[in-house]
Nanobody, 123 residues
């Protein structure tokens, strides 16, 4: 079981940027496909982006394509760079790790989840 801790959320004006981090508890994290998901009030959790275990392939949801960037380092941290933020990006953002075939947009494919970090975009 990999423990994940997100950080970097906050309140930002529309058009602004944030960088979310996801720190894993162990180096076996490098074997996992990583994903970022988000959940807005009253809505289901939705896929945002995913990156393969070696960090060379990425996939994005259409609403964030061209604005968000997923990455990971060689240690135990994954990142999500959020640029050109819009009010509709407001949500709790979760990172997830799974021993799943890349790419995978389904939350059920990821066994390990962080506690989430709030991103609020003011208009």
């Amino acid at each position: 079981q990999v423990q994940l801790v997100e950080s970097g959320g906050g309140l930002v004006q529309a058009g602004g940027s944030l960088r979310l981090s996801c720190a894993a508890s162990e180096r076996t994290f490098s074997r996992y496909t990583m994903g970022w998901f988000r959940q807005a009030p009253g809505k289901e959790r939705e896929f945002v982006a995913t990156i393969n275990s070696i960090g060379r392939a990425t996939l994005y949801a259409d609403p964030v394509k061209g604005r968000f960037t997923i990455s990971r380092d060689n240690a135990n941290t994954a990142y999500l760079q959020l640029n050109a933020l819009k009010p509709e990006d407001t949500a709790v953002y979760y990172c997830a790790a799974g021993a799943t075939v890349y790419p995978n947009r389904s939350p059920t494919a990821y066994a390990n989840w962080g506690q989430g970090t709030q991103v609020t975009v003011a208009s």
